[in-house]
C-alpha cells in the first residue's frame, strides 16, 4: 500500500493532509519546487471534483510530480465510528479525528434539497445552557481539512456530487470561533472552479453571536448568514447564552443589520422555544420589534429534550401562537422541525453515548 492510500480502513496514514491547503498555500509550494504553479488547480480538481484519492490516478500531472506530491502529501478521509439513520432519512454520523477526538455530521433529507450539517470544532466553549455539546466544553478547533473532509467524505458516499445541495455549519462548536480555518474551507466549497462549487446561497453558517467576527464575515465570505437569538431581552439571553454577556443583543442585531445582504436574501434567526422560559406572547411581540421583516425570517425550533436536560418543549398550541403573533407582523416564520427524532438527535448526543460506551 502505497503512503496516499487513504482510505476507511487506513483513514489516517502519515504525511499532511493535502487538504490542509489553500489553492494559494499549493500554488507556493509547487513554485517553492520550481513546479509549474497551474498545476495546483488540476490538482484542486482530482481531490474536490472527481473525489480522486490517490496521486498516481491523477492522469494529467506528469509522473516527476505525482512522486514529489506523493513524498509529502496525503488525502485522509475521516474515519466513520458509527452512523445512525432515522425513520425519516436523516443520517447522523460519528467521524473519528486522527487524535482519537469524535464530531458529528447530519444529513438531513428535505422536499427538494439534501442538507449537510457539519462540525466546525470538538465541544465548544460557548456553553449555551441549552445545548449538549456546551456542556461538554471545549477540546479543540477543527483543521480545515478536517471540516472539508466531512462534505467530500459524505459526497463521496453519496455517489454524485450533485446529491447534496446545500451546507449548514450547525453542528459542533462555533464556526466563527475557528475563523481563519473556517474561512479557509469555505474558499475550497464555493471555489466553482476547481474546488467544491457550492453556490454561496446554499451555505449558511450559523453563529451564537461574535459580533466581531460577524463584521468580518461580511467583509471575507458571502454566505448566508443565521443567528441563534433564543432571547428577546438581555437577562434571559445572559441566562441561556453566556456569550450575550460580551455582545448583548442590541450590539448584535446592530452588526446583523449591517451585515452585507444579496438582493432578496434575509439573515436567518432561530429562536428555540422552551417552555415557561422564552416562549410567551410576550416574547413574541418582543421578537417582532426587534427584527425587521425585510432581513430577518425566523426560525423557531422547539427545544429538543435530551436525557438530563434542564428545559422543556413548550405544549403545541404555544408554538402555534408564537407563530401567529410572528405571522400578523409579516414575518417569514417556519417550525423547524426536528429531523431524526428516533436517533441521538440533538447535538453532541451521539458523541456522547460512543464515548460513554467506550468508557465502560
Ligand atoms: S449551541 Fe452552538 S454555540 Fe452554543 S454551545 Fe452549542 S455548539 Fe456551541
Redesign the pocket.
Known amino acids: 500500500m502505497s503512503r496516499n492510500d487513504s482510505t476507511p480502513d487506513n483513514p489516517h496514514p502519515s504525511g499532511v493532509d493535502i487538504k490542509e491547503l489553500t489553492l494559494p498555500a499549493l500554488t507556493a509550494w509547487l513554485e517553492a519546487g520550481g513546479i509549474k504553479p497551474f498545476h495546483a488547480s488540476q490538482i484542486f480538481k482530482w481531490i474536490y471534483a472527481r473525489q480522486v484519492d490517490d496521486f498516481n490516478e491523477m492522469t494529467d500531472l506528469g509522473k516527476q510530480l505525482r512522486i514529489r506530491l506523493m513524498d509529502h502529501f496525503v488525502v485522509n478521509r475521516l474515519q466513520q465510528v458509527a452512523v445512525e439513520k432515522a425513520a425519516d432519512g436523516t443520517r447522523k454520523y460519528l467521524f473519528g479525528l486522527a487524535d482519537g477526538n469524535f464530531i458529528e455530521s447530519v444529513l438531513i433529507p428535505e422536499k427538494n434539497h439534501l442538507t449537510l450539517c457539519i462540525s466546525s470544532q470538538v465541544g ?1 466553549a ?3 445552557r441549552f ?1 449538549l ?2 456542556t461538554g466544553g471545549f477540546i479543540r478547533n477543527l483543521s480545515s481539512g478536517e471540516i472539508l473532509a466531512q462534505v467530500r467524505d459524505i459526497r463521496n458516499e453519496l455517489g454524485d456530487a450533485d446529491k447534496l445541495t446545500n451546507l449548514v455549519f450547525m453542528g ?3 464556526p466563527l470561533a475557528n475563523y481563519d480555518n473556517l474561512i479557509a474551507a469555505l474558499a475550497v466549497i464555493t471555489d466553482n472552479r476547481c474546488g467544491m462549487a457550492f453556490s454561496a446561497n446554499r451555505v449558511t453558517l450559523s453563529t ?1 453571536g461574535l459580533v466581531p467576527k460577524i463584521i468580518r464575515l461580511g467583509r471575507d465570505a458571502a454566505v448566508s448568514l443565521a443567528v ?1 437569538l433564543n432571547a428577546t431581552n438581555n437577562q434571559t439571553r445572559d441566562q441561556l ?1 453566556p456569550i450575550n454577556r460580551r455582545y448583548p443583543i442590541e450590539t448584535l442585531i446592530d452588526a446583523c443589520r449591517n451585515y452585507p445582504l444579496k438582493k432578496r436574501r434575509k439573515i436567518t434567526f432561530e429562536y428555540i422555544l422552551i417552555k415557561g422560559i422564552n416562549d410567551s406572547p410576550d416574547d413574541a411581540e418582543r421578537l417582532a420589534r426587534l427584527l425587521n421583516p425585510s432581513w430577518a425570517k425566523i426560525n423557531l425550533i422547539p427545544f429538543n429534550e435530551f436525557p438530563e436536560s434542564r428545559f422543556l418543549r413548550p405544549a403545541a398550541a404555544v408554538i402555534e401562537r408564537f407563530m401567529d403573533i410572528l405571522h400578523q407582523r409579516q414575518y417569514v416564520t417556519i417550525i423547524r422541525a426536528s429531523k431524526g427524532r428516533d436517533i441521538s438527535a440533538a ?1 453532541g448526543q451521539l458523541r456522547v453515548r460512543v464515548a460513554e460506551s467506550q468508557d465502560q
Open positions: 465548544c460557548q456553553r449555551c445545548c455539546t456546551g459542533m462548536g462555533e451564537a441563534s447564552m447535538c
